[in-house]
């Protein structure tokens, strides 16, 4: 056993458990510990690179957190992933045409269990039924979970079991009831073969104390989240039941639950990081769409959706596998090509809650590049250390949290930047407010220090429609005016702009032409328009100084657009649903072949700059027809960003950003 072990042991040990199941006297709701938003606090640093993912179900990272997470296990950062239900269900796992047998939920959770083992086994590149060591874990408050490790190669994957039930005894879904009912108890599930052989009780504090005990424990520099403010899906109750979902939102109650439930512990782990004056903890995060991928065009090409696929054929097994597990040898409906048959298309797309998380860029007077993203659920600004250098100094706190991970910026007319962000007002669950508005960050002078942050309201006035905006996108007009974009409940876009003088008008809503994807581009062409285009259901939608235009074809991601000659005054960059092949409206596109979100930026010739990354998920750049592929240096966490006409900035998966200049 080595050291570090026992030391995360000594960690997540800790008095004995004094509850009993089932539902005690209801105390008053307490109020989510959160750290204090001002700016100036010490921040972690020197962190080796680690990924955290924390997921309802098995399989939930398999199927909506792909191909992300496997490109940095590929790359060699250690992957840990958290699981909090059992994933039990009603205990059936067959085939149809498999005689029935009596359900067993114990059984069925284990054969879940063992599917992640061969998957992640695969993973790593070796045989499926490796063994791995598994051992039971000592978490916060004398509770237990099962801990399965696996390292190959100088690669580790731990998967961590809490084994939560899915339902209470009276058939509610068990983690949704948890998170609203103050007076809430649940026993964990058993699972056939583990070494855990005894049950816990959790309430909802006591499951936010074991998350954020967990991070405190493994400090990761990169955490993967569900989404905890899913779109609100209109229909009946039985089209709602029939695909898995919640009533009125889209995507199952468990992920929404869980991804709050995990957006609470990083709260809390923040809270108790900093509470003495401690620094801040490092890490940054990405939140997953659940079920969403179902109601939208899918965005993943052929060999990149062959690729994640992959992942689910050993963790769904077969009947006829011997695996050594008493259980079962996976979730029998979740394999070989089922998941690509699947009317519900899960497999087909990742979408990441808050699109557009990439750094923000402004260069301050005297030459220095400064980089602008979200650390630790905070602001953060670092500063090249000279000129051109593209070396970044210690990052400075700017405070604001919590933060989702996208930022919005804009430079005025005299340099100064705006950074526009997205809060979580209120998070408490059992009850309580649970809020979410729009923030902003104003710079004093040109590279300079930053005024108080404020408020900006939101444009929805219900809270829960107002947990499902998206991501702010900002521009800065030639009239002094600046005009903030976001996507709103409705699935259409609100506006709200800045005056010359500073003052700020009213929240209003674009003329809608249909429901559009959040992952907002504005930009302004030579004559002055500011123009806004978002993906829509059968196109991409186009407005002109808020007016709407013609919509363009189909894209299944955000798109990418510059400044160009003719009535359009824009050409635009996409990617058809399901291909990943680019093209461009008006005129011909390069050869830029790949999948995800797309940066593009007036060239030093006729042709635009493009960044983005290819099919196999290295970034790459397209400058003067020539087209770069960065192959080595630090790992890449999310999206990069462009600086200029061929400067790449990004954060990287030890937290800290990275510099890119092809030459």
């Given at each position: 056993?080595?050291?570090?072990?026992?030391?995360?042991?000594?960690?997540?040990?800790?008095?004995a458990l004094a509850a009993v199941a089932g539902c005690s006297v209801p105390q008053p709701p307490r109020t989510t510990r959160s750290a204090d938003p001002a700016p100036g606090r010490p921040i972690a640093t020197g962190r080796r690179a680690l990924l955290m993912q924390f997921a309802a179900h098995p399989d939930d990272d398999l199927y909506f957190m792909n191909p992300d997470s496997q490109r940095l296990l590929d790359a060699g950062v250690p992957l840990?992933?958290?699981?909090?239900?059992?994933?039990?269900?009603?205990?059936?796992?067959?085939?149809?045409?498999?005689?029935?047998?009596?359900?067993?939920?114990?059984?069925?959770?284990?054969?879940?269990?063992?599917?992640?083992?061969?998957?992640?086994?695969?993973?790593?590149?070796?045989?499926?039924?490796?063994?791995?060591?598994?051992?039971?874990?000592?978490?916060?408050?004398?509770?237990?979970?099962?801990?399965?490790?696996?390292?190959?190669?100088?690669?580790?994957?731990?998967?961590?079991?809490?084994?939560?039930?899915?339902?209470?005894?009276?058939?509610?879904?068990?983690?949704?009831?948890?998170?609203?009912?103050?007076?809430?108890?649940?026993?964990?599930?058993?699972?056939?073969?583990?070494?855990?052989?005894?049950?816990?009780?959790?309430?909802?504090?006591?499951?936010?104390?074991?998350?954020?005990?967990?991070?405190?424990?493994?400090?990761?520099?990169?955490?993967?989240?569900?989404?905890?403010?899913?779109?609100?899906?209109?229909?009946?109750?039985?089209?709602?039941?029939?695909?898995?979902?919640?009533?009125?939102?889209?995507?199952?109650?468990?992920?929404?639950?869980?991804?709050?439930?995990?957006?609470?512990?990083?709260?809390?782990?923040?809270?108790?990081?900093?509470?003495?004056?401690?620094?801040?903890?490092?890490?940054?995060?990405?939140?997953?769409?659940?079920?969403?991928?179902?109601?939208?065009?899918?965005?993943?090409?052929?060999?990149?959706?062959?690729?994640?696929?992959?992942?689910?054929?050993?963790?769904?097994?077969?009947?006829?596998?011997?695996?050594?597990?008493?259980?079962?040898?996976?979730?029998?409906?979740?394999?070989?090509?089922?998941?690509?048959?699947?009317?519900?298309?899960?497999?087909?797309?990742?979408?990441?809650?808050?699109?557009?998380?990439?750094?923000?860029?402004?260069?301050?007077?005297?030459?220095?590049?400064?980089?602008?993203?979200?650390?630790?659920?905070?602001?953060?600004?670092?500063?090249?250390?000279?000129?051109?250098?593209?070396?970044?100094?210690?990052?400075?706190?700017?405070?604001?949290?919590?933060?989702?991970?996208?930022?919005?910026?804009?430079?005025?007319?005299?340099?100064?930047?705006?950074?526009?962000?997205?809060?979580?007002?209120?998070?408490?669950?059992?009850?309580?407010?649970?809020?979410?508005?729009?923030?902003?960050?104003?710079?004093?002078?040109?590279?300079?220090?930053?005024?108080?942050?404020?408020?900006?309201?939101?444009?929805?006035?219900?809270?829960?429609?107002?947990?499902?905006?998206?991501?702010?996108?900002?521009?800065?007009?030639?009239?002094?005016?600046?005009?903030?974009?976001?996507?709103?409940?409705?699935?259409?876009?609100?506006?709200?702009?800045?005056?010359?003088?500073?003052?700020?008008?009213?929240?209003?809503?674009?003329?809608?032409?249909?429901?559009?994807?959040?992952?907002?581009?504005?930009?302004?062409?030579?004559?002055?328009?500011?123009?806004?285009?978002?993906?829509?259901?059968?196109?991409?939608?186009?407005?002109?100084?808020?007016?709407?235009?013609?919509?363009?074809?189909?894209?299944?991601?955000?798109?990418?657009?510059?400044?160009?000659?003719?009535?359009?005054?824009?050409?635009?960059?996409?990617?058809?649903?399901?291909?990943?092949?680019?093209?461009?409206?008006?005129?011909?596109?390069?050869?830029?072949?790949?999948?995800?979100?797309?940066?593009?930026?007036?060239?030093?010739?006729?042709?635009?700059?493009?960044?983005?990354?290819?099919?196999?998920?290295?970034?790459?750049?397209?400058?003067?027809?020539?087209?770069?592929?960065?192959?080595?240096?630090?790992?890449?966490?999310?999206?990069?960003?462009?600086?200029?006409?061929?400067?790449?900035?990004?954060?990287?998966?030890?937290?800290?950003?990275?510099?890119?200049?092809?030459?």
């Open positions: 056993m080595d050291s570090r072990r026992v030391a995360r042991r000594t960690v997540l040990a800790g008095a840990v992933s958290v699981y909090v239900t059992a994933g039990e269900h009603i205990g059936k796992n067959g085939l149809p045409g498999m005689p029935q047998a009596k359900p067993d939920k114990a059984a069925y959770s284990s054969a879940r269990h063992q599917g992640l083992r061969q998957a992640y086994a695969e993973a790593l590149g070796l045989d499926r039924f490796t063994a791995w060591d598994r051992r039971s874990l000592a978490l916060v408050g004398g509770r237990h979970a099962e801990l399965d490790v696996l390292e190959h190669a100088g690669r580790r994957v731990e998967l961590i079991f809490l084994n939560l039930p899915m339902h209470t005894p009276r058939r509610y879904m068990a983690v949704p009831a948890l998170w609203e009912d103050r007076a809430l108890e649940l026993r964990t599930q058993f699972s056939t073969g583990s070494p855990v052989t005894r049950a816990d009780t959790y309430d909802h504090e006591q499951l936010v104390e074991v998350l954020a005990g967990l991070l405190a424990a493994y400090r990761p520099t990169v955490v993967h989240t569900l989404d905890p403010d899913p779109d609100i899906q209109t229909g009946d109750i039985a089209s709602a039941n029939r695909n898995s979902e919640q009533p009125g939102y889209s995507d199952h109650g468990d992920h929404t639950a869980v991804a709050c439930f995990t957006w609470a512990a990083l709260l809390r782990w923040v809270a108790d990081a900093t509470a003495n004056g401690g620094p801040v903890p490092a890490f940054t995060t990405t939140g997953f769409r659940g079920y969403y991928n179902r109601h939208w065009p899918k965005n993943l090409p052929p060999q990149v959706l062959k690729e994640k696929a992959a992942h689910l054929v050993p963790y769904g097994g077969d009947p006829a596998w011997h695996c050594g597990n008493p259980g079962g040898c996976g979730d029998y409906g979740q394999g070989g090509g089922r998941p690509l048959t699947n009317r519900k298309g899960w497999v087909r797309a990742t979408h990441h809650r808050w699109p557009g998380a990439r750094p923000a860029l402004a260069e301050e007077p005297g030459g220095r590049l400064a980089t602008y993203g979200v650390l630790g659920l905070r602001a953060v600004r670092w500063r090249e250390t000279a000129p051109h250098s593209r070396v970044w100094g210690e990052p400075e706190d700017l405070g604001g949290g919590p933060l989702v991970p996208a930022l919005g910026s804009a430079v005025l007319g005299d340099g100064r930047l705006l950074l526009f962000g997205v809060r979580f007002a209120a998070l408490e669950g059992r009850g309580g407010a649970n809020r979410r508005e729009l923030v902003l960050l104003e710079q004093r002078s040109a590279g300079g220090s930053f005024l108080a942050w404020r408020g900006l309201g939101n444009p929805e006035r219900d809270d829960d429609r107002g947990r499902r905006i998206g991501s702010p996108v900002a521009v800065a007009a030639p009239d002094g005016r600046v005009h903030l974009f976001v996507r709103n409940a409705a699935k259409g876009v609100s506006t709200r702009v800045r005056a010359a003088d500073g003052g700020w008008g009213p929240w209003r809503d674009l003329p809608a032409q249909e429901e559009v994807q959040d992952g907002l581009t504005a930009l302004v062409d030579t004559r002055g328009r500011v123009h806004l285009l978002a993906a829509g259901r059968t196109g991409v939608r186009h407005w002109v100084d808020g007016r709407p235009t013609a919509p363009l074809p189909l894209a299944g991601d955000p798109v990418a657009a510059v400044p160009a000659a003719g009535p359009d005054g824009v050409q635009v960059f996409y990617r058809a649903p399901a291909e990943g092949r680019l093209r461009a409206t008006p005129g011909a596109a390069p050869a830029f072949d790949g999948y995800g979100d797309l940066v593009a930026a007036p060239g030093p010739g006729p042709d635009p700059v493009l960044l983005g990354r290819d099919l196999h998920g290295r970034i790459q750049l397209r400058r003067a027809r020539t087209l770069f592929v960065r192959t080595r240096g630090t790992v890449p966490a999310g999206d990069p960003a462009l600086y200029g006409a061929g400067t790449v900035v990004g954060l990287g998966a030890d937290a800290r950003p990275w510099a890119w200049r092809p030459r």
